[in-house]
């Protein structure tokens, strides 16, 4: 149901900023279930960059892909950087292409988060915001309803990650997800790693006992 989205970046004219900033950037991610095995992929794309003073907006055309790389389901989404912060709607984390028809997210369907927080200068040892997002579906007589809360947000250390798309130095993030679906409650946590100029590089969800049960990576990066 979650897909990471929000990307961190460089320098843009002398001003630090977590995101990629040049368009046509292009990054590209697989995601992969407890075994491994490929379970789709999601491309970003630069579309657009407006600065204005230290608030920068950043617009992505977000695709969401099959494991064969076939095209699900497309949006833009804008994230937001006011002077040493930025923010990510919560509502970008829901994956829409479960609930797309025909390419567009029916009107039935109601997505609804506050935004989530990430200093620009987050040293290790820092505590961050929490954030949730909430979403409800009524079709006929199916009424279905969706939330998930992040808490203990932490950022924990800077080390050395190798994926497909490199090596990269990055910031080690930490949360716990406590998500809520059809009355049904699963608790999680999530491990992110981030490198400035790149974005998010890696990351690993684990059930409640420890175990991992999906992982996300940078496998391709084109400027």
């Not at 491309?43 to 230290?54: C, E």
């Given at each position: 149901m979650m897909t990471v989205i929000f990307l961190f970046g460089t320098t843009v004219w002398g001003q630090e900023t977590f995101f990629p900033t040049r368009e046509g950037t292009v990054l590209t991610y697989k995601t992969f279930d407890k075994k491994t095995k490929?379970?789709?992929?999601?491309?970003?794309?630069?579309?657009?960059?407006?600065?204005?003073?230290?608030?920068?907006?950043?617009?992505?055309?977000?695709?969401?892909?099959?494991?064969?790389?076939?095209?699900?389901?497309?949006?833009?989404?804008?994230i937001h950087q006011?002077?040493?912060?930025?923010?990510?709607?919560?509502?970008?984390?829901?994956?829409?292409?479960a609930f797309q028809q025909n390419g567009e997210i029916p009107a039935e369907v109601q997505i609804t988060g506050n935004n989530m927080e990430?200093?620009?200068?987050?040293?290790?040892?820092?505590?961050?915001?929490?954030?949730?997002?909430?979403m409800s579906l009524k079709m006929g007589f199916l009424?279905?309803?969706?939330?998930?809360d992040?808490?203990?947000?932490?950022?924990?250390?800077v080390e050395e990650v190798t994926v497909k798309a490199g090596t990269f130095s990055c910031s080690r993030?930490?949360?716990?997800?406590?998500?809520?679906?059809?009355?049904i409650s699963v608790k999680s946590k999530t491990i992110e790693w981030y490198?400035?100029?790149?974005?998010?590089?890696?990351?690993?969800?684990?059930?409640?006992?420890?175990?991992?049960?999906?992982?996300?990576?940078?496998?391709?990066l084109r400027n």
């Amino acid at each position: 149901m979650m897909t990471v989205i929000f990307l961190f970046g460089t320098t843009v004219w002398g001003q630090e900023t977590f995101f990629p900033t040049r368009e046509g950037t292009v990054l590209t991610y697989k995601t992969f279930d407890k075994k491994t095995k490929e379970t789709g992929a999601m491309r970003y794309t630069i579309q657009g960059v407006k600065i204005a003073g230290s608030d920068i907006d950043i617009t992505y055309l977000c695709e969401s892909l099959d494991p064969k790389e076939a095209l699900l389901f497309k949006e833009e989404i804008t994230i937001h950087q006011k002077g040493d912060k930025l923010f990510v709607d919560m509502g970008n984390f829901i994956n829409k292409a479960a609930f797309q028809q025909n390419g567009e997210i029916p009107a039935e369907v109601q997505i609804t988060g506050n935004n989530m927080e990430i200093p620009v200068n987050a040293a290790p040892g820092t505590t961050l915001p929490d954030a949730s997002v909430a979403m409800s579906l009524k079709m006929g007589f199916l009424n279905m309803k969706m939330s998930a809360d992040v808490t203990n947000r932490k950022v924990e250390a800077v080390e050395e990650v190798t994926v497909k798309a490199g090596t990269f130095s990055c910031s080690r993030f930490s949360s716990d997800v406590n998500a809520t679906a059809m009355g049904i409650s699963v608790k999680s946590k999530t491990i992110e790693w981030y490198a400035k100029g790149v974005g998010m590089v890696k990351s690993e969800s684990y059930d409640k006992n420890g175990k991992i049960v999906s992982s996300t990576e940078l496998v391709e990066l084109r400027n």
